[in-house]
């Protein structure tokens, strides 16, 4: 019912920026919250950040608190993932998700995309 697509991966040196973007479709009018996961290699799944969809409030890991910033664009159903002062323990598969309202999960998972920092 929801699709999602993210994009904006790469290499990037320690220290470094990048911007993740996820585009989602469908019936995005019923979304409660979307969030951002990473997983890295030969780790588990865990949660990076997430945005309320009908309101401003914000959610974010103690990892990443002060380096990443999750935005949202309701107009284009697009969600996005700022990261600044990478390091290379953030390096990992990151993964788009939609919680939709009724449920207690993100039941709606994009494909991922890489982010590889290097030391």
């Known amino acids: 019912q929801v699709q999602l697509v993210e994009s904006g991966g790469g290499l990037v040196q320690a220290g470094g920026s990048l911007r993740l973007s996820c585009a989602a479709s469908?019936?995005?009018?019923?979304?409660?919250?979307m969030g951002w996961f990473r997983q890295a290699p030969g780790k588990e799944r865990e949660f990076v950040a997430a945005?309320?969809?009908?309101?401003?409030?914000?959610y974010y890991a103690d990892s990443v608190k002060g380096r990443f910033t999750i935005s949202g664009d309701n107009a284009k159903n697009t969600v996005y993932l700022q990261m600044n002062s990478l390091k290379p323990e953030d390096t990992a598969v990151y993964y788009c998700?939609?919680?939709?309202?009724?449920?207690?999960?993100?039941?709606?998972w994009g494909q991922g995309t890489q982010v590889t920092v290097s030391s």
């Open positions: 998700a939609a919680h939709p309202q009724g449920s207690t999960n993100y039941d709606y």
């Open positions: 469908g019936r995005t009018y019923s979304t409660y919250f």
């Open positions: 945005i309320r969809w009908s309101g401003a409030g914000t």
